[in-house]
C-alpha cells in the first residue's frame, strides 16, 4: 500500500514539474520578448518583478519533486556507514526534520497571505501588482511541499516498519552517484 501511495505521489509530482515547466519556458519567452524590444528602444516593463514571483511560486512547487527524486541535499557520511537499519533510522531522522520544518513554514505563509488579502496589498512596484495573487500559488506550493512531505514520511515509517528497508530507502534514503563509495 504505502508504495502505492509513493508511486501516486510521484506520478503527481511529474504532473506538476510538467507544468512548472511550462510556466519557466512561459517566463523565458516573455525574457526575451523584453531583450528584443528594449533593442528596438521600448520595453514591456515589468520583466524582473514578473520573473522573480514566477521563480518563487515554481521553487515552492518544485520542492516537492525534488523531494521524490531524492534531489534534495544530504549529508550522508555517517549514514554510510552503518547497516541498513541504521541508515533508515538516519533516513526517517532527515525525513522527520525536513517534514516538521516544511510544515512550519507552509504554516507560517498563510499569515502573510492573508494580511496581503485583508489589507489588498500591493507590491511597491510601477506594476503595483496584487500580493495575493502571487502569494496564494506560492502559499499553496508550500503546502503541497508539506503535504507530499508527510505522506512519504508515513509510508517510509510503514515500510521500515515492516522491514522493507530497499523500498523505504528508494522513497528516503539519500541518492548516491555512480563511483562513489559507501
Not at 44 to 66: C, K, N, Q
Request: proline residues 2%; contains cysteine; charged residues 15%.
Amino acid at each position: 500500500m504505502a508504495l502505492k501511495v509513493l508511486a501516486l505521489m510521484k506520478r503527481l509530482n511529474r504532473f506538476v514539474a510538467m507544468l512548472i515547466g511550462i510556466v519557466l519556458l512561459a517566463c523565458v519567452v516573455f525574457i526575451l520578448a523584453e531583450i528584443v524590444v528594449r533593442q528596438l528602444g521600448s520595453s514591456l516593463g515589468g520583466t524582473d518583478e514578473i520573473s522573480g514571483y514566477v521563480m518563487a511560486i515554481v521553487t515552492s512547487w518544485g520542492m516537492g519533486f525534488a523531494l521524490l527524486e531524492l534531489s534534495h541535499v544530504r549529508i550522508d557520511i555517517i549514514r554510510a556507514q552503518v547497516n541498513k537499519v541504521g541508515k533508515a533510522m538516519f533516513d526517517l531522522l532527515a525525513m522527520s526534520v525536513l517534514t516538521t520544518t516544511v510544515t512550519v513554514v507552509a504554516f507560517r505563509c498563510w499569515p502573510v497571505v492573508e494580511r496581503s488579502l485583508i489589507n489588498g496589498s500591493r507590491a511597491n512596484t510601477p506594476l503595483e501588482t496584487p500580493l495575493a495573487l502571487v502569494q496564494i500559488p506560492w502559499f499553496a506550493g508550500w503546502l503541497w511541499f508539506a503535504i507530499v512531505s508527510i505522506v512519504t514520511l508515513l509510508a517510509a515509517i510503514y515500510l521500515v516498519l515492516r522491514g522493507e528497508f530497499a523500498e523505504s530507502e528508494a522513497a528516503i534514503g539519500a541518492f548516491v552517484e555512480e563511483g562513489n563509495v559507501q
